[in-house]
């Protein structure tokens, strides 16, 4: 191909897009801001015809929760464990979950002070700094 040729094809491009856009042109018409105008329904939807006023729900300003709601008091579960490793002289522990393999750390001030490895003791939990602690510890009986 020489250069002749490629400016050819060059100019037979350039006219087929000039075409293309003159008939997109008449194809479309004119469009009034009217028919480009969208619509959302009351379910959310959208559409091209305007909501009905009477289906319009109302809203009770009352009912806007602005703020995280509150967590509602619930009753804390014990859970049953043993307690794996004490060190007294730093004051922790780890306390295994009886009905699972989760081992949760304990501080000695949220247990008794007659703690020691072995006990089964019943805890709540509480999110700690790096995970999950064991509180309000107490030793259970063990019956025989």
């Known amino acids: 191909m020489n250069k002749r040729e490629i400016e050819k094809k060059k100019e037979q491009k350039k006219i087929e897009k000039q075409k293309r856009k003159e008939n997109r ?33 109302g809203i009770d300003i009352e009912t806007i929760a602005i703020s995280t709601p509150k967590r509602e008091e619930q009753e804390e579960i014990a859970l049953k464990g043993r307690v794996e490793h004490f060190n007294g002289d730093k004051g922790y522990g780890f ?15 949220g247990a008794p002070a007659t703690i020691a490895v072995g006990d089964l003791v019943t805890f709540e939990l509480e999110q700690g700094p790096k995970g999950m602690n064991a509180v309000k510890i107490t030793i259970i009986k063990e019956e025989n």
Do not use: W
């Open 95 to 109: 306390i295994k979950n009886l009905s699972s393999t989760e081992k949760y750390f304990f501080h000695i001030s």
């Open 25 to 57: 042109k008449i194809s479309s018409g004119s469009k009034s801001f009217d028919d480009m105008i969208a619509y959302v329904d009351e379910n959310g939807v959208i559409t091209s015809t305007p909501p009905d006023p009477s289906r319009i729900k």
